[in-house]
Each structure stands twice: as C-alpha cells, then as structure tokens.
C-alpha cells in the first residue's frame, strides 16, 4: 500500500470549517488599515538571503538556526524564504523609489518561514500582517501605530492583552550599554546557560531576553540599557509616553525588551497575552531608523510592526463563536426536465446577489433535503420536472433569518409555490 504523503511539520493545512474566521479577521484588518491610510504593498517570499543577514543581523537566532535558505543551482545564489516582511518591505521601497520625495504608510500581510520547533502559535509557515511608516522621524508615528493597535484588539473583541514598552536609544547609546552589559555577565558566565553564553560572545543584548527561569535573578539585576539612553532618544521615548497617556492606554516599561532584530533603535513595544502559554507575544514592533541606509537607500527614520495571525485567531477563538457563513438558497431537483431548469434557476438567483448551491450528484428529495438543511441555507428551492415544465419552484423556509423580531417572516418549515422572481425576492430579503 502506498504511503500516504503528509504536510510538512508545522506547515499547515487551513480547512473549510477554518477559513471563515481567517476571512473575517482578514476583512476587519483591511479595512481598520484603509481607515488609518495604510497602503498595500506586496512583496514576494523569496529573496536574496544577503537582505536577511545585513539587516536582521548575523548573529540573531532567526539568521543563525531558523533561516529556510538554499543556494539556487541555477546561478549559484543563496536564496531565503522570508522570516520575516520588515526587510522585504524596505527592500521593495528603495528598489522603486517609493521613498523619493515622500513619506509612506504601508501595510502587507502573508506568509513567513521559520525553521522553529513547532508548538500552539508557532509554526514554520506562519501568517502576519505588517504595518510600516517609512520616512517619519516623530514620536507622533510610534504612538499611532501603538494606538491603532488598540482600535483593532477592540474591534476584533480581544481581551488581556497587555503592551510593554522600552527605549533602545541610539547606535552609540547601545555601544556603551553593550560594554556594561558585557563586563557585567562575563562576572557570571559559569552562571549562564550554553544559549546564553553563546549569545554572550556573539550578541549580548539577546541574553537579557532568555526565557530560562534559573537566569531570570540575574537577568534583572543587570545594568539597564535606558540608563544609558542619550538626550535626544529620551526625550522621544518620554513623548511616546506622554502619548499614550494621552490616548488612555496602559502600559508597562519592560528594560528588558529588546527585540530579536538587530535593526531596531528607540522604541520597541510588544503586545502579550497570558492566554497562549510561552507564545504570549502576539504583536511586536519599533522603529528602524537605520535600515533603510543599512540595505542600501538613503538615510531616513522609519518604524513599523507585525501581529502573528495565528496567535491573535487562538486568541478570538476563545471568544464568542463566529458562524460560517451559510448559502441563501440551496436548489434541491430531480427529473431530466429539472436538471437543466434547476441550473437556470440558481444563475438567475446568483445575477441577483445570491449566494446559491446546487445540489450535484442526484439522490432522492429527502436525501437532497438532508444536505439543504446540513448547508444552513434559509431556503430550499425545491424543482421537479412538474415545476420545469409549469416554469415555476417551490420555496421550502428552513430557517428564519438571525434578526428576524416576529415582523412577519416565513415560519421555518412553511412552503410556497412561485416563480423565479418571487423565489429571488423571498431570498432577497433580510
């Protein structure tokens, strides 16, 4: 017998009972970015693993260990499928001018690929929706961007999800803090883990977000990089808190958020919840004001982030069921002459907005009827060559309409014979 052929580990398959909630997440994050004027920009998952190395960094965990990358035997380069969309969107702006001249507010969502150990919430095909302001240098943008954050998690009906703030300062605010910080660890490497002591050598920010429980003592007792911050930096990170406070969104200052990337500087923030175990980070962002002359455009501020569709769906999950939508009409025939009626009757029905299924694959009318009642539909039309030949249905009601108060509606069960602009005003009707 021939083995059956599987997905890949953490790769995904969405099913139909599925879909529903992914399109409806997808609509709401739409249109609450068309409300802020964001633009969609569309980026391809394959691109020069170079672009991920200079701007993530060499020395991070997702460059090192999670890359999916190959070299294409067809030229010789190393290509990566994208980890992440920050350095994909940069790339595209400087490749097409979109900078020249202008600011740009923009937003993509798809696929990512990472080479993690698959668990609830992380996936080695995973989703996002990325939101970035290239070419603002103000506090004005990290605020909206962590205030539209909020909109959505109300619009969405999201609950306990709390966000942590930090300042990175400036590149040279950061050479100075890495010197203290490394003089400081190195008085207890015997006390640090491999991953630790690993990071230590190669990028010693990263330590200070360890999740190891036994190194959580002496990750707080650490010099704290906002001591270090320069003038300029503080005073952005003191009006992004003014912000905030302003628009009545808690926070909490975490001095220990750092971030995975190496290209981020001042702001850092990341939404979390409790409710997904160690996945608790379903939201996370900052601002990037060296990337873009790091790829290779010129100098301009930029900040931006990503929300993890997976994890903030778990999240809704939790919430209030969200039922798939249902057919207006499901058309129910048997005959020769009702074929080939039925077929005209359900493309009449959908010229005019409906949304309509037609019983394929034959079967008695109570086997049919079954499968019009399993599809949820409101409707059944029901057609027999006699209805062919007279040129008219019979409208089955199977359910009343959700809002319906008692105003006069069909009672579930009730049936009536008419024709097919009578049948497409019953299902027309809300």
């Known amino acids: 017998m021939t083995k059956t052929i599987?997905?890949?580990?953490?790769m995904n398959d969405i099913l139909p009972d599925e879909v529903h909630l992914w399109q409806f997440f997808e609509h709401t994050v739409r249109e609450w970015l068309r409300a802020y004027g964001y633009r969609e920009i569309r980026m391809?998952?394959?691109?020069?693993?170079?672009?991920?190395?200079?701007?993530?960094?060499?020395?991070?965990?997702?460059?090192?260990?999670?890359?999916?990358?190959?070299?294409?035997?067809?030229?010789?380069?190393?290509?990566?499928?994208?980890?992440?969309?920050?350095?994909?969107?940069?790339?595209?702006?400087?490749?097409?001018?979109?900078?020249?001249g202008n600011s740009q507010r923009?937003?993509?969502?798809?696929?990512?690929?990472?080479?993690?150990?698959?668990?609830?919430?992380?996936?080695?095909?995973?989703?996002?929706?990325?939101?970035?302001?290239?070419?603002?240098?103000?506090?004005?943008?990290?605020?909206?961007?962590?205030?539209?954050?909020?909109?959505?998690?109300?619009?969405?009906?999201?609950?306990?999800?709390?966000?942590?703030?930090?300042?990175?300062?400036?590149?040279?605010?950061?050479?100075?803090?890495?010197?203290?910080?490394?003089?400081?660890?190195?008085q207890h490497r015997d006390a640090l883990d491999a991953d630790s002591q690993r990071r230590l050598d190669a990028n010693p920010l990263r330590v200070l977000d360890s999740k190891n429980p036994a190194l959580q003592a002496l990750i707080e007792k650490a010099p704290r990089l906002i001591d270090d911050l320069d003038e300029e930096s503080a005073r952005h990170f003191e009006a992004v808190q003014e912000g905030l406070r302003e628009a009545g969104i808690e926070y909490r200052v975490n001095t220990r958020l750092v971030r995975g990337l190496d290209y981020?500087?001042?702001?850092?923030?990341?939404?979390?919840?409790?409710?997904?175990g160690a996945q608790g980070t379903v939201c996370a962002g900052g601002r990037y004001d060296g990337l873009i002359e790091q790829i290779g455009g010129k100098t301009a501020p930029a900040c931006g982030y990503a929300m993890g569709v997976e994890r903030l769906l778990a999240l809704m999950q939790e919430?209030?069921?969200?039922?798939?939508?249902?057919?207006?009409?499901?058309?129910?025939?048997?005959?020769?002459?009702?074929?080939?009626?039925?077929?005209?009757?359900?493309?009449?029905?959908?010229?005019?907005?409906?949304a309509v299924v037609l019983h394929c694959g034959g079967g008695s009318f109570k086997s049919q009827m079954k499968k019009a009642d399993a599809s949820g539909a409101r409707y059944a039309a029901l057609i027999g060559d006699d209805e062919a030949q007279a040129g008219n249905l019979t409208m089955k009601t199977l359910r009343a309409p959700r809002d319906d108060s008692d105003s006069g509606a069909a009672q579930t069960g009730t049936q009536a014979k008419v024709d097919i602009a009578q049948a497409v005003a019953m299902a027309a009707s809300r």
């Open 319 to 354: 919430g209030p069921a969200r039922e798939a939508p249902a057919p207006d009409v499901y058309v129910v025939r048997q005959g020769d002459a009702a074929e080939r009626y039925a077929q005209r009757v359900a493309e009449t029905m959908r010229d005019a907005g409906l």
């Open 106 to 186: 923009l937003w993509y969502g798809g696929p990512m690929f990472r080479h993690e150990r698959p668990q609830k919430g992380r996936y080695r095909q995973f989703h996002q929706f990325g939101v970035e302001a290239l070419g603002y240098a103000g506090p004005d943008i990290d605020i909206e961007h962590i205030v539209m954050c909020s909109r959505l998690w109300r619009g969405l009906g999201l609950e306990g999800i709390a966000l942590e703030l930090n300042s990175l300062g400036s590149a040279e605010a950061r050479v100075r803090y890495r010197t203290r910080l490394v003089e400081y660890l190195e």
């Open 264 to 276: 981020y500087n001042r702001t850092v923030f990341e939404w979390t919840t409790d409710r997904l």
């Open 6 to 10: 599987q997905a890949v580990r953490g």
């Open 44 to 100: 391809p998952v394959l691109e020069r693993t170079e672009l991920f190395v200079r701007s993530i960094g060499d020395a991070t965990d997702i460059v090192e260990k999670e890359m999916y990358s190959f070299v294409d035997e067809l030229n010789g380069e190393s290509l990566t499928l994208r980890p992440e969309g920050t350095a994909s969107c940069v790339r595209a702006a400087i490749e097409h001018n979109l900078l020249y």
